[in-house]
């Protein structure tokens, strides 16, 4: 089993709102990520997490707070974001932090910011 | 100049025929090659994944991988209506002491029709 799931697929909040995106994995992956995709543009990384510690932060704006509960669960919270923060938000998994193990993604939650 | 450069496309071809997707990198540090393939508002879903030099083939699909040329190619045989998406290649870095950062760096994508 590859599968990667995030909820929910759609999400449409104010700039004032607090909202938080989930993603679940059951391979067992220690290695898990954040992208943000915009339209016809390749994913961009945002955050890293190794063995459920942040390895990278790719200079996201603090309105993106991720977490990593366990070695399963891997949240994005989102706070007081602009409609430029629209796009797809992918998460991915991987055996461990290296080039030698595929990154699998999850189908994506698409915001919308008003 | 990017990275990783891939051209756009968009490319558009008949059913059956064989499609020849390609790639090329600056960093000779990128050692780890990946092609994903993403249909429209979904996620990228993993086709195939390369180190060596050289071929490797998984059904219709053929990555190339060319590490003197830095060019690295996806074929595929008979192609299907099924298999109009965006294809986009990734790369991940590996130092001199062979330690990999799971950074992967994308190409732009190319948009493929296969019309029946």
């Known amino acids: 089993d590859t599968e990667v799931t995030q909820t929910p697929k759609h999400l449409v909040m104010g700039m004032t709102n607090k909202k938080s995106l989930k993603c679940e994995q059951h391979?067992?992956?220690?290695?898990m990520y954040w992208y943000k995709q915009k339209a016809k543009k390749p994913p961009e990384l945002m955050f890293v997490?190794?063995?459920?510690?942040?390895?990278i932060n790719e200079s996201v704006p603090s309105r993106f707070s991720p977490e990593c509960p366990n070695s399963s669960l891997l949240n994005l919270h989102l706070h007081a974001l602009q409609p430029e923060d629209s796009a797809l938000y992918l998460c991915a998994s991987s055996q461990g932090w290296g080039g030698s193990n595929e990154q699998f993604f999850g189908p994506g939650t698409r915001l919308t910011v008003l | 100049q990017k990275e990783v450069e891939q051209d756009p496309g968009p490319l558009s071809v008949p059913e059956g025929a064989i499609v020849s997707l390609n790639c090329t990198y600056s960093?000779?540090?990128?050692?780890?090659f990946m092609w994903y393939r993403q249909y429209s508002r979904k996620g990228p879903e993993l086709l195939m994944y390369t180190y060596s030099s050289g071929n490797k083939e998984d059904g219709r699909f053929t990555a190339q991988v060319d590490k003197s040329s830095k060019y690295i190619s996806l074929f595929i045989r008979d192609s299907q209506p099924s298999d109009s998406a965006t294809y986009l290649c990734a790369m991940i870095v590996t130092n001199a002491g062979g330690t990999s950062y799971g950074k992967l760096t994308f190409g732009q994508g190319t948009i493929l029709t296969v019309h029946p």
């Open positions: 391979m067992g992956h220690r290695a």
């Open positions: 997490y190794s063995y459920e510690k942040l390895s």
């Open positions: 960093n000779s540090a990128f050692q780890y």
